[in-house]
């Protein structure tokens, strides 16, 4: 028995040395990854600069990539995603914000235990049954009610991609108002409060920063989407806000570059890597924006 003690310590006390450095390589890797991507990213994109103006690129309101007179405006791509980015959070935030103070502060433990795996299943979907589900359902349905909607526009993915973003905004809002303590709740009810003032004066202003960060969060996500623009949204390179045209998002025109015969070392494989590194500043600065949300407003109790 002394032995086999003496066995046991000796393998515990060499995981113990051994599961830090495997730990260390495992971050090492992560970091390495990051950056090689950033690299590959910039170098590509510095490529692409050098034979496209960096102010026709970005104040350019034609994208024909094509051809010998080939322009390369990317505020097509970027209206798009804009609006189809918006128009999911509009559907995202009030229904996901809902939902969390639904769970959070009025439904049972046996209605939390339902509700919250249907939603996970709703996170779980993939996003190209998404992208199907606004092509040849949403997009008919809508166009019941706008029949001047195009078989491929940026309103049904928009709305189909904020169906998507509900789970998101809403488990991460209510575990923002789930963090904050039941005495502030009692404290206010003994004070006379209805349930419906102390959930909006009292538990949402204390989350506050937890449910702003899971808005700039589903952003980010609704920027980052490819497979739903990709099907339902058209690839239209047309600068408009009339959300009932097809139109392009960035993330579709990568799509479309990596599956064509674009040449390697051409304009055209190189505008792959500028719209990808405008795409990655874009998501990068809406995550920095949600972290300095978290510090800026977080409530610790």
């Given at each position: ?112 235990k339902l509700l919250k795996p249907m939603l996970e299943i709703l996170a779980g979907i993939p996003t190209i049954v998404y992208g199907f589900f606004a092509f040849t359902f ?56 209805t349930k419906f003032e102390v959930t909006w004066k009292v538990v949402v202003p204390a989350a506050i920063s937890g449910i702003v960060a899971s808005f700039v969060l589903g ?83």
């Amino acid at each position: 028995m002394i032995e086999k003690n003496k066995r046991s310590v000796s393998t515990a006390s060499v995981l113990e040395g051994l599961m830090p450095k495997i730990l260390l390589t495992i971050a090492i890797i992560s970091i390495l990854t990051t950056i090689g991507i950033v690299l590959t990213l910039l170098t590509e994109t510095i490529a692409f600069f050098r034979e496209v103006s960096f102010v026709e690129f970005f104040t350019g309101t034609v994208l024909k990539p094509l051809g010998e007179s080939a322009q390369f405006g990317v505020l097509p791509l970027l209206t798009a995603t804009i609006i189809s980015s918006a128009i999911a959070m509009l559907v995202a935030i009030p229904i996901g914000l809902m939902t969390a103070v639904y769970l959070s502060e009025y439904a049972s433990e046996r209605v939390r235990k339902l509700l919250k795996p249907m939603l996970e299943i709703l996170a779980g979907i993939p996003t190209i049954v998404y992208g199907f589900f606004a092509f040849t359902f949403v997009t008919p349905l809508l166009t019941k009610l706008i029949p001047t909607l195009e078989p491929t526009n940026i309103l049904s993915p928009g709305i189909v991609m904020g169906i998507m973003i509900i789970p998101m905004v809403a488990s991460l809002s209510e575990d923002a108002m789930s963090s904050v303590p039941n005495a502030m709740r009692e404290g206010a009810l003994g004070l006379g409060s209805t349930k419906f003032e102390v959930t909006w004066k009292v538990v949402v202003p204390a989350a506050i920063s937890g449910i702003v960060a899971s808005f700039v969060l589903g952003i980010s996500r609704a920027i980052g989407e490819t497979m739903i623009v990709t099907i339902a949204s058209g690839s239209n390179k047309v600068f408009t806000f009339d959300i009932t045209q097809s139109m392009q998002t960035m993330t579709a025109y990568i799509v479309e570059v990596t599956g064509g015969d674009a040449p390697a070392g051409s304009t055209l494989y190189y505008s792959l890597y500028a719209v990808a590194m405008t795409l990655f500043v874009f998501t990068l600065v809406m995550n920095l924006i949600a972290q300095y949300i978290s510090r800026k407003f977080r409530e610790e109790y």
